[in-house]
C-alpha cells in the first residue's frame, strides 16, 4: 500500500490526522484567533453548567478540556465544539445527586463513570452501525422534551439567580421556593442584584448587532469587578479559587453496584447526546460540505466522553450555543478546539484565582440565558396547527420530563411514540378509487366528485402494511365497502361488480396474520361473485405470500401490474377518454392517484 493510501486509511479511523496531514498555514491566524473568542465563551459557561449538573464548577472546564482534545483527534466533524451542556445539565442533576449523598467526592466521581459508560454506549452503537436510533426521537418528541429541559435549567438556576438557598428538590419545588423566599423578602440583595444584572446584561446585548460573545464576556467581567470594588466576596456566594492543575483520573471509592444504578441513566444521556449532536452535524457537514456520518459521529463522540470520564470530567454533546461561536469567529480546523483547550488548562494552571470572586448568581446568569434557546414555543403551537396527534406527544414529552422526571418522562413519551404509530397504521387511510373522464389514472372518489365506476369493478385502496393490527379492520372494510357498493349500484340500476381490484401499491409488508385474513376476504369475495385482483403489489410483499404458502390461491392470474391494467383486463378494452399517442398505448391505465 502507498503512504498515500496508508495516511487515507488512517485518516478514516482518526480524522484528526488527515486535517493534520493536509493543514494549510493560512488557516492558522483564523483558527487562534477562534480559540481565544471560544475560551472566553467556554470558561464560564462550563463552569455554569457543571453547578448546573450539581458539580464543583471546575469539573465544568475538565469537562471541556479533555472532550476537546479526543474529539478534535477522533471526531469527524472540523467545527463541532463538544462541551458540557444544557440537554445534559438536568439529567446529570437527577441521576448523581442522590447517590452522591452530598458527598462532592463522590458525585465527582459517579459523573465521570456515567460518562465513561455513556461513551462505551455510543462507541459499541458506532461499531455496530446504530447511528438510527436517535430516529426514536421525533420532531415533537425532541420539541417537548428540550422545551421541558429548557424549564428544567430556569428553574433550578432561579434560585441561585437571586441568592437563595431551597430545599426543596423537583422544578415545581425548586420554583415555588423561589418565589416563597421573595416574597417572604429572604433573598441576597446584592446576589439578586449581580444576578438579575447579569442576566439583563446578556439579554441587552443579543438585541446590539455585537457579536454573540460579546454578552456574556462583558457581563461576567462587569460583575467580577463590581464584587471586588464593592467587597461583595463576602455577602454573596462565589465560586471561590478552583484547583490548581490539569484534569486527572476522579473514579475512586465507585463499585459495582454504582454502574448498575447509572445504567438507565446511561442510556438516555448517550441517546440524547447523539440525537443533539448528530442534529447539528449535519447542520454544519452540509454548510461546510464535509462527509460525516452518523456511525462515525456516535464513535467519535463515544470516545470523547470515555476520555472525558477518566480525567474528571461529565459527559457532553456538541453545543448548539458554542460551535456557532467558534464558526462566527474563524474557525477552519479542530486546532481551534485544540488550542482553545491548551488555553483552559493555562487558566486553571497560572490563575486559579481569578474565579475568587465570581458570584454563583453569575454563572445562574449564564446557564439560564444558554438554556433559553432550548426553548422553542413557535414550533410547539405550530405543532397544534400541523397535527393535534404529534402535539399531544409533544405535550406529553415537556409534562412528564418537567413533572415526572427527564428519563421517565422520556420513556414515556417514546413509548407513546409507538402507540400513536400502532394506532395511525391500525387505521390507515383507506379510500376507493374511480374513473374521471379525460385524466390518466384512478383516483379517490373523497377527493374527487367527478370520479365514477367503472362497470363491473370496484376498486379500492388500503394505505399501509398488512398486518395483524389491522389485519380485522381490513377485513371488515372490504366487506363493508363492497355491501355499500352493491346497495348503490342496486339503487342506481347499476351492474354489479364481478371483480374487486385492490390497488396494493401502498401495502409494502403482509405478516401471517393478515395472510390469513386476505384469504378469507378473498373467500368471502368468492361466495358474492366477486374475483379479488392485487395490483402493483411490491414484490417483497409478493415473496411473502409464497413463503405462506399462498402462491396456489394467488397464482400470477390473480396479480395486475397496474390498476389500469387490471381494469382494462376485466373490461376488454383500453380507455378511450385520453388522447394518447400511439408509443403511450401500452398505458393501460396508469398508477392510482
Known amino acids: 500500500m502507498s503512504s498515500a493510501g ?80 444544557s440537554a445534559l445539565a438536568p439529567i446529570l442533576l437527577v441521576s448523581i445527586t442522590p447517590l452522591a449523598s452530598g458527598d462532592p467526592v463522590l458525585a465527582i466521581a459517579l459523573a465521570g463513570l456515567l460518562s465513561v459508560m455513556v461513551g462505551t454506549l455510543l462507541v459499541v452503537g458506532g461499531v455496530l452501525r446504530l447511528g438510527f436510533v436517535t430516529d426514536l426521537l421525533s420532531v415533537p418528541i425532541r420539541t417537548g422534551f428540550l422545551n421541558a429541559l429548557g424549564l428544567l435549567v430556569l428553574a433550578s438556576q432561579l434560585p441561585g439567580l437571586v441568592g437563595l438557598e431551597v430545599e426543596a428538590t423537583g422544578p415545581v419545588g425548586q420554583v415555588t421556593g423561589a418565589v416563597a423566599g421573595i416574597a417572604h423578602g429572604e433573598v441576597s440583595a446584592p446576589a439578586a442584584a449581580l444576578g438579575v444584572g447579569t442576566l439583563s446584561v446578556i439579554l441587552v446585548f443579543r438585541l446590539l448587532p455585537v457579536p454573540t460573545v460579546t454578552g456574556p464576556i462583558v457581563a461576567v467581567v462587569a460583575a467580577v469587578g463590581v464584587t471586588v470594588l464593592a467587597g461583595l466576596q463576602d455577602h454573596v456566594p462565589v465560586v471561590g479559587e478552583i484547583p490548581r492543575g490539569l484534569p486527572g483520573p476522579a473514579l475512586g471509592g465507585l463499585g459495582w453496584a454504582d454502574v448498575g444504578a447509572l445504567a438507565g441513566p446511561a442510556l438516555g444521556v448517550a441517546l440524547i447526546a447523539f440525537a443533539d449532536t448528530i442534529a447539528l452535524s449535519r447542520a454544519y457537514s452540509t454548510r461546510l460540505h464535509e462527509n460525516v456520518g452518523g456511525n462515525r459521529e456516535m464513535t467519535g463522540l463515544g470516545l470523547a466522553n470515555i476520555a472525558g470520564g477518566l480525567f474528571g470530567g461529565f459527559a457532553v454533546s456538541a453545543s448548539g450555543s458554542r ?21 483552559i488548562a493555562a487558566f486553571m494552571l497560572l490563575a486559579p484565582q481569578a474565579t475568587e470572586f465570581l458570584p454563583e448568581a453569575v ?225 393501460l391505465g396508469g398508477t392510482p392517484g
Request: overall charge neutral; hydrophobic content about 50%.
Open 363 to 587: 454563572l445562574a446568569a449564564v446557564v439560564m440565558v444558554a438554556a433559553l434557546s432550548l426553548l422553542d414555543a413557535g414550533r410547539y403551537l405550530r405543532l397544534w396547527r400541523m397535527d393535534r396527534v404529534d402535539a399531544a406527544l409533544s405535550t406529553a414529552a415537556l409534562l412528564g420530563v418537567f413533572l415526572v422526571g427527564v428519563l421517565e418522562g422520556l420513556g414515556v413519551a417514546i413509548a407513546l411514540s409507538f402507540v400513536a404509530f400502532v394506532v395511525r397504521a391500525w387505521r390507515p387511510y383507506r379510500t376507493e378509487l374511480g374513473l374521471v373522464p379525460g385524466r390518466r389514472g384512478y383516483h379517490d372518489r373523497r377527493r374527487h366528485a367527478e370520479a365514477r365506476r367503472v362497470p363491473g369493478v370496484l376498486i379500492l385502496r388500503f394505505d399501509a402494511p398488512l398486518f395483524f393490527v389491522n389485519a380485522g379492520l381490513f377485513n371488515q372494510w372490504i366487506r363493508r365497502s363492497v355491501g355499500v357498493a352493491m346497495r348503490q349500484l342496486s339503487a342506481e340500476g347499476g351492474r354489479r361488480p364481478t371483480t374487486l381490484v385492490l390497488a396494493a401499491e401502498p401495502i409494502t409488508d403482509v405478516d401471517t396474520t393478515e395472510a390469513e385474513e386476505l384469504a378469507d376476504v378473498d373467500d368471502w369475495l368468492a361466495g358474492q361473485g366477486i374475483a379479488l385482483v392485487l395490483a402493483e403489489l411490491k414484490g417483497p410483499a409478493k415473496d411473502a405470500l409464497d413463503r405462506y404458502g399462498m402462491n396456489g390461491r394467488f397464482g400470477p392470474e390473480r396479480f395486475a401490474p397496474t390498476v389500469g391494467a387490471a381494469v382494462d383486463a376485466v373490461t376488454g378494452r383500453l380507455r378511450d377518454d385520453i388522447d394518447e399517442g400511439p408509443e403511450q398505448r401500452t398505458d
Open 6 to 85: 496508508a495516511l487515507e486509511r488512517v485518516a478514516g479511523l482518526v480524522p484528526g490526522v488527515g486535517v493534520a496531514a493536509h493543514y494549510d498555514g493560512r488557516w492558522l491566524w483564523a483558527d487562534v484567533r477562534a480559540a481565544l473568542v471560544l475560551t472566553a465563551v467556554l470558561i464560564p459557561v462550563g463552569m455554569g453548567y457543571a453547578q448546573a449538573s450539581g458539580l464543583p464548577a471546575h469539573t465544568g472546564l475538565y469537562a471541556t478540556i479533555v472532550p476537546m482534545l479526543a474529539y478534535a483527534v477522533f471526531g469527524p466533524s472540523r467545527i463541532l465544539v463538544l462541551a458540557p451542556d
Open 323 to 343: 460551535t456557532p461561536v467558534a464558526e462566527q469567529a474563524g474557525a477552519r480546523t479542530q486546532l481551534a478546539h485544540v488550542l482553545s483547550a491548551v488555553l
